[in-house]
């Protein structure tokens, strides 16, 4: 009787196991909104998406920001014309509280700079495991369209799910709901 009692405990258990397990496999996948941004007009594009979306939202931050003279193109020897000359630079960035596993979604934001991401998203999109996930780039630039920028990232990561970006500078409502509701896979 005690044996019974016991392994109908047993099964109880294993069953409660179980359902946890499953409960935790079926839990739905989020969005995840990162942006990079030296003076703040990416971030705000950034918060502008996640808050239509609610979805959470974390800055990919250069271990040294950068200053005013880091970011004059004019200068020879910035640290933007150094990072524009050399593709293999990849400045450090302070560590994210980021597990990717719980992300369907990634939102991606940055400046262009020279035509291009800037090379700290080359960083963040190396530190973190992507594989999988559906990658929305969107940028701010003076003028420049995004789509040079997604073509250098969809030629330097073939494997990741890029997504067609959008330049956020005066995006029109219907590009905006767009971009945020087309997901394909
Ligand atoms: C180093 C540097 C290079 C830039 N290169 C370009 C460019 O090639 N084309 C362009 O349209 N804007 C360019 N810009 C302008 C930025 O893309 C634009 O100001 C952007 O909105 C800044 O975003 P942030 O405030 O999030 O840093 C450049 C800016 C910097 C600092």
């Not at 409960?23 to 990162?34: E, F, G, Q, R, S």
């Not at 073509?151 to 073939?158: E, G, K």
């Amino acid at each position: 009787m005690k044996k019974i009692e016991r392994r109908k405990w047993l099964l109880f258990a294993l069953a409660s196991v179980l359902m946890l397990g499953i409960i935790a496999c079926a839990k739905p996948k989020k969005t995840l909104v990162v942006y990079f941004s030296a003076t703040g007009q990416t971030e705000a594009a950034a918060q502008r998406i996640a808050t239509a979306l609610g979805a959470e939202i974390q800055a990919i931050v250069p271990e040294q920001l950068y200053t005013p003279e880091d970011l004059d193109w004019r200068i020879p020897d910035s640290r933007n014309q150094i990072e524009e000359h050399d593709r293999a630079i990849r400045p450090a960035i302070l560590p994210m509280d980021l597990n990717t596993e719980y992300y369907d979604t990634i939102y991606i934001g940055y400046p262009i700079w020279a035509g291009e991401a800037p090379r700290v998203i080359n960083t963040f999109v190396e530190t973190y495991n992507l594989k999988g996930i559906v990658l929305k780039p969107f940028c701010t630039s003076g003028m420049t369209p995004v789509d040079k920028s997604v073509d250098s990232l969809r030629a330097t990561y073939p494997d990741l799910l890029w997504q067609d970006g959008l330049r956020m500078n005066d995006v029109s409502e219907e590009e905006f709901n767009a971009f945020i509701s087309k997901t394909q896979y």
